[in-house]
């Protein structure tokens, strides 16, 4: 019995949408306290993604606790990290978790000001 509810599990994860998935990490993220959680559906606009989460942490330990949370969204939706090669020092700032079809921006408040994404972005369709 528990396999079968298993595996009725699996096919809702692989009928969601990846804009559903998005809006889903959005939520996750909320729930743990990230704040002004903006999805964007960049996806007309660039070939190597289609949606962006961004979100505001509010330190370092913040953004790993929300970090864990994406990564176990990720392993039960049978989805993966893309590991990006960083030139810089991985910094408190802006941490980036690239999904292939979806990336998680994670910014303090000053680098959220200061990169202005949803600016830089802006005819990516806001949905949430």
């Known amino acids: 019995m528990e396999s079968e509810t298993f595996r009725q599990?699996?096919?809702?994860?692989?009928?969601?949408?990846e804009k559903e998935k998005a809006l889903e990490i959005a939520r996750l993220i909320e729930d743990g306290k990230g704040s002004d959680v903006v999805v964007l559906d960049v996806s007309k606009l660039n070939s190597w993604t289609d949606y962006f989460v961004i979100a505001t942490v509010n330190s370092s330990t913040h953004w790993k606790g929300l970090y864990k949370l994406v990564k176990d969204y990720i392993k039960d939706n049978d989805m993966e990290i893309h590991i990006t090669n960083r030139k810089t020092p991985d910094g408190d700032d802006w941490n980036l978790i690239d999904i292939g079809?979806?990336?998680v921006h994670l910014m303090t408040?000053?680098?959220r000001s200061f990169y202005d994404l949803e600016k830089l972005w802006y005819r990516g369709e806001?949905?949430?």
């Open 109 to 111: 408040q000053d680098a």
């Open 9 to 17: 599990d699996i096919r809702l994860n692989q009928m969601k949408t």
């Open 101 to 103: 079809t979806v990336v």
């Open 126 to 128: 806001k949905l949430l």
